[in-house]
Every structure is written in structure tokens, then in C-alpha cells.
């Protein structure tokens, strides 16, 4: 599977933004996706997951929502209340075989798009 990110720009603190990860290939509705960002200086972080359920990790939940559309094979990651440590660039990733333990293990994923660009400004 390929995926590409897009959707990333400038804002403004407080703003929204909505993500999306466009899949091609077969049977994407058996891959997990999940949105990671890299800030920089920093390691890649686990944001939230989507296979059917949904997973967030603690830092984002609330703010951040994960849908996905498998008839447009397309992943989306909802943020809104976008803050100045949002600033990193994210990638959405996709696995056949990772189960819910590991989500959050980026080594877990084979497939990544390219990444897409966040700066939020105070």
C-alpha cells in the first residue's frame, strides 16, 4: 500500500486543521493507520491508530480525532485547539499485522507516507 499525507500548513494557536492520508493499493480496509508526528529534535510520536477502533495517545485525546473513510481509502486526523507544541511534521503509517499493543511502535509499520507539515503559531 502507498499512502500519502497532505493537509498541513500555518496556523494559528487555537485553530483547527484536518489531516488526510490517501491510500492506494487493495484491501485497505484490513490496515491499521496511524498518524505519527516528528517535531524537531524529538523522536517520532505515536498520536492515534484506526482499524475499525480507535486508539489516541494521551497527549492528544480530546483535542485530536481519527476517522477513515475505506470507500475513498482515506485516513483523516481531526485536530482541533491546535497549540504552538503541535508544530511537528506527520506522517500516517499502515500495517496489516500490528495489534493494538504495539501501535504505538513506529518499527510496527511498513508502510509511511511522506509527511506533511504543521507550524502553529502563538
Known amino acids: 500500500v502507498q499512502l500519502q499525507a497532505s493537509g498541513g500548513g500555518l496556523v494559528q494557536a487555537g485553530d483547527s486543521l484536518r489531516l488526510s492520508c490517501a491510500a492506494s493499493g487493495r484491501a485497505f480496509s484490513n490496515y491499521r493507520v496511524a498518524w505519527f508526528r516528528q517535531a524537531p529534535g524529538k523522536e517520532r510520536e505515536f498520536l492515534a491508530a484506526h482499524r475499525g477502533s480507535t486508539h489516541y495517545a494521551d497527549s492528544i485525546k480530546g483535542r485530536f480525532t481519527i476517522s477513515r473513510d475505506n470507500a475513498q481509502k482515506t485516513v483523516y486526523l481531526q485536530m482541533n485547539s491546535l497549540k504552538p507544541e503541535d508544530t511537528a511534521v506527520y506522517y500516517c503509517?499502515?500495517?496489516?499485522?500490528?495489534?493494538?499493543?504495539?501501535?504505538?511502535?513506529?518499527?510496527?509499520?511498513?508502510?509511511w507516507g511522506q509527511g506533511t507539515l504543521v507550524t502553529v503559531s502563538s
Open positions: 503509517a499502515a500495517s496489516s499485522t500490528v495489534i493494538v499493543s504495539s501501535i504505538h511502535r513506529s518499527e510496527m509499520y511498513p508502510y
